[in-house]
C-alpha cells in the first residue's frame, strides 16, 4: 500500500490499486515504463534507512490523478500485448514495446521541449496505433480514439494529436 501525501490538499491517502505485494518494487519498475512518474510521485525516504516499508510519497492531487491515469493504460496495454501474444507470440509483441520505446525517444530528441509526461503520451499513442494496426484484423476495435479522448485534458493538442 503507498501513503500519499498530497500538497494541495494537505490530505493523505491509501493507494493500493497495482500489481504485487511491494509497492516500492512495482514502482521501480513502472518507472522504466513510465519515466514522468519521478514527477508525478516523489518519494519522501524514512528517517531510516532500513524501515523502506514506511517510505511514503508526495503528489498533489492533479499529479495523482495522471499517475492512476498511466496505471490504468499501462492495464489496458497489458490486456491488448496479451491478446496479440496469442495472435502471434510473445517475441512480436515484445518487439512491439520496443518499437513504441524507439519512437517515445525519437520524439524526444526531436522536441527538446517536450516535458516526460508528453513522451509517455507518445509512447501509449505508439504502442496502441501498433497494436490497432495488428488486431484490426481479428476485429478488434481501434483504441486510439479512446486513448485521445481519455487525454484529451492532459496533454497539448500538438502532442495529442502528435504524427508518429
Do not use: C
Amino acid at each position: 500500500m503507498f501513503t500519499i501525501f498530497l500538497t494541495d490538499r494537505q490530505q493523505t491517502v491509501q493507494f493500493n490499486d497495482y500489481p504485487g505485494d511491494d509497492p516500492v518494487k512495482f514502482m521501480m519498475n513502472f518507472k522504466k515504463i513510465f519515466p514522468s512518474t519521478m514527477d508525478l510521485l516523489l518519494p519522501i525516504l524514512p528517517e531510516s534507512s532500513e524501515a523502506l516499508e514506511q517510505l511514503t510519497w508526495e503528489s498533489s492531487r492533479r499529479e495523482f490523478d495522471i499517475f492512476q491515469k498511466l496505471i490504468q493504460e499501462w492495464a489496458t496495454v497489458e490486456l491488448r500485448l496479451t491478446a496479440m501474444t496469442k495472435l502471434k507470440d510473445r517475441q512480436f509483441a515484445n518487439q512491439l514495446v520496443t518499437q513504441a520505446q524507439q519512437t517515445r525517444k525519437k520524439f524526444l530528441q526531436q522536441q527538446n521541449t517536450l516535458n516526460p509526461l508528453h513522451a509517455d503520451y507518445i509512447f501509449l499513442l505508439t504502442v496502441h496505433s501498433l497494436l490497432d494496426a495488428e488486431l484490426v484484423e481479428v476485429g478488434a476495435q481501434f483504441y486510439v480514439p479512446s486513448l485521445k479522448d481519455n487525454w484529451q485534458t492532459r496533454v497539448p493538442k500538438q502532442v495529442l494529436n502528435a504524427k508518429i
